[in-house]
């Protein structure tokens, strides 16, 4: 009857559907019915009005219909629902780590990904994991979809049925780029994937330097890009050394972007803020950055200015 995307997407249409087909004819029964007795029961001249008390017949129907009706949506949601909690010992692991506001998943062994790939056809089992606030992890095409939370284990899996790319949502409001928490999963053959994950092993050998290393552990690289985009907040790019127009206050003052501005601007935000960017979005990262790590950043950001000289 289906082909749904993942093998699980079929046990979720067919709860879906069957709601959706009993909710439909009775909205268009109960309004029929409705409409009918209106004009049927309306006062009509010369005619006394009918009085009706009791009927155990109608009771019972309209008591055991309704019932037999949940009793069976019950009972086909949780067809589709179990297997979803029981993993099949073979599946391979991924990780998945939500941060705000972007998807990245870890394949063990420092090999890291923006996007989801996976082979075809083999069954897979997504750990959840948030290293902030409480997100969702949802794959609208698999009919997969778990909270996010931090502290709190969770996980989901399915088996891909197709080759084909799909899209991974954050389906939990979780801040001012929620709506741009959207990753990508491409499902490809095993050998293509092989290939794939060698590639990735390759890339996770070469060292990174430290401070873009720290840069994307704390999450700055999600509201400050390094190549000149603006984000939420002003880019890093040529930021070392710079002259800056800054808001302090109700005044606005020009000031150099050394080692003591940066560390400024990462332990008080609001203190300084770079003209045309709001107050109040950026938290003190000061329970997260000593100020040697400051130091490596900012070693790591003279670098990026000599790349883009
Ligand atoms: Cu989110």
């Known amino acids: 009857m289906f082909s749904g995307a993942s093998n699980l997407a079929d046990g979720v249409d067919r709860a879906f559907l ?3 087909i009993i909710a439909f004819i009775f909205i268009i029964g109960i309004s029929a019915f409705m409409i009918w007795t209106v004009i049927h029961f309306a006062r009509k001249k010369g005619k006394a009005p009918m ?10 129907v309209w008591t055991v219909i309704p019932l037999i009706l949940v009793m069976l949506m019950f009972w086909i949601g949780w067809k589709g629902f179990a297997p979803m909690r029981r993993v099949p010992a073979d599946a391979m692991k991924v990780t998945a780590i939500g941060r705000m506001w972007e998807w990245e ?4 062994d420092g090999m890291r990904s923006k996007e989801l790939v996976l082979p075809v056809g083999k069954p897979v089992r997504i750990d959840l994991f948030s290293e902030d606030v409480n997100h ?8 997969v979809k778990e909270d996010v939370v931090p502290g709190y284990e969770n996980y989901l899996w399915f088996t891909p049925n197709y080759i084909g790319d799909y899209e991974v949502l954050c389906t939990e409001y979780c801040g001012l780029l ?4 959207v990753s990508k999963t491409r499902i490809v053959e095993q050998g293509e994937y092989d290939r794939w994950l060698a590639e990735l ?3 996770s050998l070469v060292p990174e330097p430290a401070g873009l290393v720290l840069l994307r552990n704390t999450g700055c690289l999600a509201c400050h890009s390094l190549d000149g985009t603006k984000l939420v907040g002003p880019s890093f790019k040529g930021l070392y050394g710079e002259q800056r127009n800054v808001v302090s206050g109700n005044a606005e003052k020009s000031v150099t972007a050394d080692e003591a501005y940066i560390v400024n601007a990462i332990y008080n935000p609001d203190e300084e803020i770079v003209a045309g960017y709001p107050k ?3 938290k003190s990262y000061k329970s997260l950055l000593l100020v040697s790590d400051i130091s490596i950043i900012t070693d790591y950001l003279k670098t990026l200015n000599e790349v883009n000289k």
Do not use: K, W
């Open 51 to 60: 009085q009706f008390s009791g009927s155990t017949t109608l009771e019972i």
């Open 18 to 20: 069957f709601i959706f």
């Open 178 to 181: 929620h709506s741009a928490m």
């Open 136 to 143: 969702s992890f949802f794959i609208p095409a698999f009919r």
């Open 280 to 282: 109040g979005l950026m």
């Open 105 to 108: 998943f870890d394949y063990g």
């Open 201 to 203: 092993r390759t890339a």
